[in-house]
């Protein structure tokens, strides 16, 4: 797993507006890097939805928040339309981040395989992992208490 102080992952991911977000141009720029499992669930939306109405927040701590699923780019645009979700949703169709990233169950429920684990990381303006937590249990929703302290540190 990727601990604070660690480099991040550089990627290169197709949002729901078909556009190709990379983490290298969000340099510069604290990043809040979000893995979920899929679209449409209640803990995911009700995780996604807390962001959503704290991105003034995030905006103050100099923040770009970025949210990660291994859903279709035509999935995450449906339910960002649905739900007003304020920051990029990213496509991780082909798994390659989730797997970068040490985010993925070797198995779900109902039997589904590569599916990413909640998780939330802040990263730095200069690509540093600075706050890494990785859930096992898809039920809980990341510490955004935690995740702001971490995020105020840096300014």
């Known amino acids: 797993m990727l601990q604070p102080g660690d480099k991040a992952p550089e990627f290169a991911l197709r949002?729901?507006?078909?556009?190709?977000v990379k983490l290298s141009e969000q340099r510069g720029k604290n990043v809040v890097l979000l893995f979920f499992p899929f679209a449409f669930t209640g803990v995911c939306t009700k995780e996604l939805c807390e962001m959503?109405?704290?991105?003034?927040?995030?905006?103050?701590?100099?923040?770009?928040?970025?949210?990660?699923?291994?859903?279709?780019?035509?999935?995450?645009a449906k339910w960002k339309e649905e739900q007003g979700f304020n920051f990029p949703l990213l496509s991780d169709f082909n798994k390659t981040v989730s797997k970068k990233y040490d985010t993925i169950y070797k198995e779900f429920g109902m039997g589904l395989k590569g599916v990413s684990k909640?998780?939330?990381?802040?990263?730095?303006?200069?690509?540093?992992?600075?706050?890494?937590?990785?859930?096992e249990n898809a039920g809980e929703i990341p510490n955004f208490q935690a995740v702001k302290q971490a995020l105020q540190s840096l300014n």
């Open 52 to 76: 959503r109405d704290s991105i003034a927040v995030y905006e103050k701590l100099d923040a770009q928040i970025l949210a990660v699923s291994v859903d279709s780019p035509f999935t995450l």
């Open 15 to 20: 949002a729901s507006d078909k556009s190709l």
């Open 118 to 135: 909640r998780s939330a990381f802040v990263i730095d303006r200069s690509g540093i992992v600075r706050y890494a937590e990785v859930l």
